[in-house]
Nanobody
Framework: QVQFVESGGGSVHPGGSLRLSCVASGFNISADWLYWYRQAPGKQRELVAHISIFGKVYYTESVKGRFSISRDNTKNTMYLQMNSLKPEDTGVYYC???????WGQGTQVTVSS
């Protein structure tokens, strides 16, 4: 069974940090581009970041300098390190591997004072 299992969400104050993890099972991520998306309440799902097979990264403008996407192919896992969190980062975060049409179950991130 192809699935991603996410973990690491939670509630933090502005300026705080969280690290999201996504473990793949039933497939191997090493040859795939990997993506993080998020969906804020009442808004469409948006791309946050992606990482290529060779580690080249992309970030949406609003998270540049604060978020870091990474991968560990030996652990079949991808990560999203989120620092200096802002209230507008609140939402449900999803990992995605389009090569396998695999999505994580979503993890809630809430940033509020």
């Amino acid at each position: 069974q192809v699935q991603f299992v996410e973990s690491g969400g939670g509630s933090v104050h502005p300026g705080g940090s969280l690290r999201l993890s996504c473990v793949a099972s039933g497939f191997n991520i090493s040859a795939d581009w990997l993506y993080w998306y998020r969906q804020a309440p009442g808004k469409q799902r948006e791309l946050v970041a992606h990482i290529s097979i060779f580690g080249k990264v992309y970030y949406t403008e609003s998270v540049k300098g604060r978020f870091s996407i990474s991968r560990d192919n030996t652990k079949n896992t991808m990560y999203l390190q989120m620092n200096s969190l802002k209230p507008e980062d609140t939402g449900v975060y999803y990992c995605h591997d389009p090569a396998w049409e695999a999505w994580g179950q979503g993890t809630q991130v809430t940033v509020s004072s």
